[in-house]
């Protein structure tokens, strides 16, 4: 099966302490990203790739890290200089195809829900 | 301004009822325009996909985009109790490498 995998589902994080949660997608997309989201906030753009070695920041990315060292995966780490970094986090993936159109849809795993402890 | 503005509800809906959701946005270069519904503690299910203006149907759903009035709806007919849910719309631009969404509007389709 074709899809977006995110793994844990669920972790828990002490103050202090980095964790990375992992994205791995075998769609072929070749974008990837980051967001978070909080209750009544909608998703917000940690950080994006579209194409290996290769990433932006997103509006929120202070706190964070990437890395994109296969095109299949993506995995976020969440360092102890983020403040307030309990929320629920989704990777999500899109084929970028150049020419007279770009078919942008977006498709997006599960989600982990991290919370510190 | 935000980029995409979307009313957060909560919509309550008998079932059976047609659901009207909808999202503005402030920037003309925006060509694609997404559906997602998203339910509790899941990732965001792709529901519908349009490119630039006009219609799209796929069963009870029905996308809708008017770019003049920077307005796009999606309606749901004949609502279920399983189409209970958070709607949340997106959308980019033509070569862009972002998306932007809306803040999800919670539905819920009373038996």
């Known amino acids: 099966d074709g899809g977006i995998t995110q793994s844990p589902k669920y972790l828990f994080r002490k103050e202090g302490q980095n964790v990375t949660l992992s994205c791995e997608q075998n769609?072929?997309?070749?974008?990837m990203y980051w967001y978070r989201q909080d209750p009544g906030q909608g998703l917000r753009l940690i950080y994006y790739?579209?194409?290996?070695?290769?990433?932006q920041k997103g509006d929120i990315a202070e706190g964070y890290s990437v890395s994109r060292e296969k095109k299949e995966s993506f995995p976020l780490t969440v360092t102890s200089a983020q403040k307030n970094p309990t929320a629920f986090y989704l990777c999500?993936?899109?084929?970028?195809?150049?020419?007279?159109?770009?078919?942008?849809?977006?498709?997006f795993g599960p989600g982990t829900r991290l919370t510190v402890l | 301004q935000k980029e995409v503005e979307q009313d957060p509800g909560p919509l309550s809906v008998p079932e059976g009822a047609i659901v009207s959701l909808n999202c503005t946005y402030s920037n003309s270069a925006f060509q694609y325009f997404m559906w997602y519904r998203q339910y509790s503690r899941k990732g965001p299910e792709l529901l519908m996909y349009?490119?630039?203006?006009g219609n799209k149907e796929d069963g009870r759903f029905t996308a809708q985009v008017d770019k003049s009035s920077k307005y796009i709806s999606l309606f749901i007919r004949d609502s279920q109790p399983s189409d209970s849910a958070t709607y949340l719309c997106?959308?980019?631009?033509?070569?862009?490498?972002?998306?932007?969404f809306g803040t999800g509007t919670s539905l819920t389709v009373i038996p």
């Open positions: 769609l072929n997309h070749d974008a």
């Open positions: 999500a993936s899109s084929i970028v195809i150049m020419g007279s159109r770009n078919y942008n849809e977006q498709f």
């Open positions: 997106a959308m980019s631009s033509l070569g862009g490498n972002q998306f932007y």
């Open positions: 349009t490119y630039s203006s």
């Open positions: 790739s579209q194409i290996v070695n290769d990433f």
